[in-house]
């Protein structure tokens, strides 16, 4: 607590600051009186915070500050040496009190969608207690379970940094147990707090924020996270994992949730929807849950999604006998045609006339026969060639499609297609943030081409994947 003694005119009064709670206490005094006594005739004990600071103006525009006397090490909290304090705390460039309310602009808002839409009762491994944690979603996405205590702790952490800012209150505590009806208030008292406090951008961007909306590690709170997975039928499957659970245990846990069958799991797999019209396959050591909270920003529901892990024309052709996968390899092809990754030309108006799940078997019949069916489209990567400094670039079964590609023509013609037959060589190089491919060209020299893609990694998968399908024939998969 900081401790003055100021004398304004006639009068003399103490001033005391609470650093951890942001309090002011003024108490008025004469040098014969002591602490609330009289002076001129006025009694203050008990005033207004308001009626004080008016008697001290009253005293003339001479204002005298005197520092009480205190230990060597209290002094030093009170006016560090540091002439690199930041301005607005006590000891800064500034030294006042009243540049605190300037330290940070609080008129800049925004609008986050941070909710609390419910609660759960969690037991503790270890005491066998229990506790009630709020599930904190941002538009829609489970981000972390924080109890009451934390909420109470980050308000008080955030009162001591930003000491210019009112905040709104927390719901009270309660010192017995609490009726649905009160935890559901309490739900909805603390939802209020952080809409307000998250609307915010400084404090909203402020690191105990930040740490307190993206939880801790499993070893200090178990509690699941949910997470959302978009199907290829669109529908959405929730399943409740650990944050740090990676992509191998989620896509599992996604498989039971909805059923799939074991021999048809590894004919999908959990994506990430990263573009317009584009998703990229998780490397199986990958957290789902960071992905998930990173792009609450996003359209659809969630940006985890299943997608179709397979190029093999006739293996697919045998899932089919499964209605689930063949529901699932029925829409994304739907999907592709209006993309136009997969090109129907004058077959679109029959290929509508099938767009139905009941017909799925005759619409992928038709699918198949038309140019980029079961293609993978990947946005435009750059090159190290001055002719074609960009190139779109399509993965399929019979090969690797690259053409042209600038901003005023999507693709300016010029398009290789390479046969998997005359690629030599693939390799991802991880420096250059590139896929590097070698391949053969009639009577003259191999080429190496550089495609420099935040998603060569997922190019290189799937030059693999499809290398490895080829092989199925010699092991009778």
Not at 124 to 142: D, K, L, Q
Not at 244 to 251: P, R
């Amino acid at each position: 607590m900081a401790v003055r003694s100021v004398r304004v005119g006639d009068f003399r009064f103490r001033y005391y600051y609470c650093h951890n709670t942001g309090f002011e206490i003024y108490d008025l005094e004469s040098p014969v009186q002591g602490l609330g006594g009289k002076n001129n005739g006025v009694n203050v004990e008990g005033s207004t915070h308001k009626q004080v600071v008016d008697l001290i103006k009253s005293g003339g525009d001479c204002l005298t500050l005197t520092v009480i006397s205190v230990t060597p090490k209290e002094a030093e909290r009170l006016e560090p040496s540091d002439d690199s304090a930041p301005v607005g705390v006590i000891g800064g460039a500034a030294n006042s009190r009243a540049t605190v309310y300037q330290r940070y602009d609080y008129t800049d808002k925004r609008s986050l969608p941070v909710s609390i839409p419910d609660y759960r009762v969690v037991m503790e491994r270890n005491t066998g207690r229990s506790y009630v944690a709020f599930n904190v979603h941002m538009a829609g996405r489970h981000l972390c379970s924080r109890r009451y205590r934390e909420f109470a702790a980050l308000h008080q952490q955030l009162r001591k940094e930003f000491l210019g800012f009112n905040f709104p209150k927390l719901p009270g505590k309660w010192p017995f147990t609490l009726s649905e009806q009160q935890l559901d208030g309490r739900r909805r008292g603390l939802e209020q707090y952080l809409e307000k406090v998250c609307a915010i951008r400084v404090i909203a961007e402020s690191d105990a924020v930040q740490e307190f909306l993206t939880d801790c590690d499993d070893s200090c709170n178990p509690s699941p996270v949910e997470l959302k997975v978009l199907l290829p039928d669109r529908e959405v499957v929730t399943v409740a994992v650990l944050k740090s659970t990676n992509a191998d245990d989620v896509y599992r846990a996604v498989c039971d949730k909805i059923g799939l069958a074991k021999n048809i799991q590894k004919y999908f797999y959990l994506f990430e929807i990263v573009e317009y019209n584009f998703e990229r396959k998780l490397q199986p050591n990958e957290c789902p849950h960071s992905l998930y909270i990173q792009n609450y920003s996003t359209a659809s529901s969630s940006c985890l999604c299943v997608r179709k892990w397979l190029f093999r024309p006739d293996t697919e052709l045998e899932l089919l006998a499964d209605d689930t996968a063949a529901a699932f390899i029925f829409w994304q092809a739907v999907e592709d045609v209006n993309r136009g990754v997969c090109s129907a030309g004058a077959r679109l108006y029959q290929l509508k006339a099938l767009q139905d799940v009941r017909r799925a078997r005759d619409y992928l019949a038709l699918a198949r026969t038309l140019p980029g069916y079961g293609d993978i489209a990947f946005p435009p990567a750059r090159t190290d060639c001055r002719a074609a400094p960009a190139l779109a670039v399509t993965i399929g079964w019979e090969g690797i499609k690259l053409c042209t590609w600038s901003e005023s023509s999507a693709c300016e013609g010029g398009a290789v297609c390479v046969p998997w037959t005359d690629v030599r060589e693939w390799r991802a190089d991880d420096d250059g943030a590139a896929a590097r491919i070698v391949y053969r060209r009639r009577d003259r020299p191999p080429r190496t081409v550089a495609l420099h893609s935040p998603y060569y990694q997922f190019l290189i998968n799937c030059i693999d994947r499809i290398s490895e399908e080829a092989s199925w024939v010699d092991t009778g998969e």
